[in-house]
């Protein structure tokens, strides 16, 4: 039986989701989230509505990076890092 932080609800989906929204990675987001990566599968194939909230988080994930590089371009850091 699985534990009651990997089954699927609003507030996981809702965590995961802000989650990736800032990191754009389905791995660092659902350990952000406290979840398994495999829920994000799961709500690919059982929520209806889930498909296209990914699909804008993903959207606003790819601007917030964009964002940070242009960011760190002008402020001249070359450092890599981890977002």
């Known amino acids: 039986m699985k534990s009651s ?3 699927p ?3 996981t989906k ?4 802000a989650a990736f929204r800032v990191c754009g990675s389905i791995r660092h987001a659902a350990k ?5 990566r495999g829920i994000h599968y799961t709500l690919m194939q059982s929520d209806p ?6 699909a804008a988080a993903k959207e606003e ?4 990076l964009i964002q940070e590089a242009r960011r760190r ?3 001249g850091d ?6």
């Open 32 to 36: 952000a989230a406290g979840v398994d």
């Open 73 to 75: 371009a002008v402020a």
């Open 49 to 54: 509505d889930y498909p296209a909230e990914f």
């Open 61 to 64: 994930a790819r601007d917030f």
């Open 5 to 7: 932080k990997t089954k």
């Open 9 to 11: 609800g609003s507030m």
């Open 78 to 83: 070359n450092k890599a890092g981890i977002l």
């Open 14 to 17: 809702d965590r995961f989701l």
